[in-house]
């Protein structure tokens, strides 16, 4: 499990990067556990859970176990979203 939740912070830093985002998110990847800190402040966590049904807490920590290849190009266009 702990090697499945590895690759999908790879893959969603990597993905993100892949929708154009200039920022860095290696803090995804720096992170250990079944959760991660996005680094997302509230409104822009709020945009995720209205606009793109994306739930995650007001602090911008977001289960990685939730994470996988069918939804994490989803995930990545999202976060760039609110990013840009």
Same mark, same amino acid.
């Given at each position: 499990?702990?090697?499945? &939740?590895?690759?999908?912070?790879? *893959? *969603?830093? /990597?993905? #993100? &990067?892949? @929708?154009?985002? +200039?920022?860095?998110?290696?803090? #995804?990847?720096?992170?250990?556990?079944?959760?991660?800190?996005?680094? *997302?402040?509230? /409104?822009? @966590?709020? &945009?995720?859970?209205? +606009?793109?049904? #994306?739930?995650?807490?007001?602090?911008?920590?977001?289960?990685?176990?939730?994470?996988?290849?069918?939804?994490?190009?989803?995930?990545?266009?999202? #976060?760039? /979203?609110?990013? +840009?």
């Amino acid at each position: 499990m702990a090697g499945r &939740i590895n690759q999908m912070r790879t *893959l *969603l830093r /990597d993905s #993100i &990067i892949a @929708c154009g985002s +200039k920022k860095n998110w290696d803090h #995804i990847t720096n992170q250990i556990g079944m959760f991660s800190y996005t680094g *997302l402040n509230k /409104d822009q @966590c709020e &945009i995720l859970t209205k +606009k793109h049904h #994306i739930y995650l807490t007001s602090n911008g920590r977001i289960s990685m176990a939730g994470v996988t290849t069918k939804n994490v190009g989803k995930l990545a266009e999202a #976060i760039h /979203d609110v990013t +840009k």
